[in-house]
């Protein structure tokens, strides 16, 4: 049985770190996509980075290029997702998500209907 657990939210000033931490069980990290998506408060879900697993690429959306760093760490079934420079606009419960299909790194990576299982989410607010 698959199951995600996102952990590592919480409050940060901006300019702040976080390192949310997704474990995941029931199946193995390299031939799924694992991805993170957040939901602020009256918004749709956004992806906001993803990891290929048959050969680790990686996607960012636009917004976290050069402040996220997605990685993973096979042998322990968790993928973390390293947010720094965070800003306000960042605040957002984040859910991570595993993917049965080796998604493309172009338009499928972010479209939350292609990712098949979800964790319960992590609040992350950024404010002073």
């Known amino acids: 049985q698959v199951h995600l657990v996102e952990s590592g939210g919480g409050l940060v000033q901006p300019g702040g770190s976080l390192r949310l931490s997704c474990a995941t069980s029931?199946?193995?990290?390299?031939?799924?996509?694992i991805g993170w998506f957040r939901q602020a408060p009256g918004k749709e879900r956004e992806g906001v980075s993803c990891?290929?697993?048959?050969?680790?690429?990686?996607a960012y959306a636009d917004s976290v290029k050069g402040r996220f760093t997605i990685s993973r760490d096979n042998a322990k079934n968790t993928v973390f997702l390293q947010m720094n420079g965070l800003k306000p606009e960042d605040t957002a419960v984040y859910y991570c998500?595993?993917?049965?299909?080796?998604?493309?790194?172009?338009?499928?990576?972010?479209?939350?209907?292609?990712?098949?299982?979800w964790g319960q989410g992590t609040q992350v607010t950024v404010s002073s």
């Open positions: 029931g199946f193995t990290l390299d031939r799924y996509t």
């Open positions: 998500a595993a993917s049965r299909y080796l998604l493309g790194m172009g338009r499928s990576w972010y479209v939350p209907g292609r990712y098949h299982y």
């Open positions: 990891i290929r697993g048959n050969d680790g690429r990686t």
